[in-house]
């Protein structure tokens, strides 16, 4: 059954059409995931429950806000452009826990992520990772 299980890798013209909340949502899960591996990959001794709460930290809007602070004249041209489109995204809800400027820029950094992710440019992906770890490990 897995086996025929791929991700179909999108050109960057692909990408690029895509509406910037599709991009945000591909991210949103790709960078969950990576966190939540990331953690247990640090601590197997960990319930579900704490690796969750855990993950929180990483994945919250503010956070997301936080990367996007230290990341941003980081990136390339393109990479700029999609996280402005996703910022700049009209969302139809903010969630009553995070501030609307922070919620935008956590967007853009999903929107980001899941361009990467789809594109499959591992090593651009990878230092986006590294630096948010850096970035939450801060706080």
Same mark, same amino acid.
């Given at each position: 059954?897995?086996?025929?299980?791929?991700?179909?890798?999108? %050109? $960057? @013209?692909?990408?690029?059409?895509?509406? !910037?909340?599709?991009?945000?949502?591909?991210? /949103?899960?790709?960078? *969950?995931?990576?966190?939540? @591996?990331?953690?247990? +990959?640090?601590?197997?001794?960990? +319930?579900?429950? #704490?690796?969750?709460? $855990?993950?929180? =930290?990483?994945? #919250?809007? &503010? +956070?997301? %806000? /936080?990367?996007?602070?230290?990341?941003? *004249?980081?990136?390339?041209?393109?990479? +700029?452009?999609?996280? $402005?489109? =996703?910022?700049?995204? &009209?969302?139809?809800?903010? !969630?009553?826990?995070? @501030?609307?400027? @922070?919620?935008?820029?956590?967007?853009?950094?999903?929107?980001?992520?899941?361009?990467?992710?789809?594109?499959? /440019?591992?090593?651009?992906?990878?230092?986006?990772?590294?630096?948010?770890?850096?970035?939450?490990?801060?706080?």
């Amino acid at each position: 059954m897995l086996e025929n299980f791929r991700v179909r890798e999108f %050109s $960057k @013209d692909e990408a690029r059409r895509l509406n !910037p909340l599709q991009l945000a949502l591909v991210g /949103d899960g790709v960078y *969950e995931v990576f966190i939540r @591996d990331y953690i247990l +990959s640090n601590n197997t001794e960990l +319930s579900a429950h #704490k690796i969750h709460r $855990k993950a929180i =930290g990483y994945v #919250k809007a &503010k +956070s997301q %806000s /936080d990367i996007m602070h230290n990341i941003e *004249e980081l990136l390339t041209e393109e990479e +700029s452009y999609i996280y $402005k489109r =996703g910022r700049n995204a &009209k969302s139809a809800t903010v !969630p009553k826990n995070a @501030d609307v400027r @922070d919620y935008r820029m956590a967007t853009g950094f999903e929107a980001l992520v899941g361009y990467l992710y789809l594109i499959n /440019d591992k090593e651009r992906l990878e230092f986006v990772f590294n630096k948010s770890i850096e970035v939450c490990k801060e706080q």
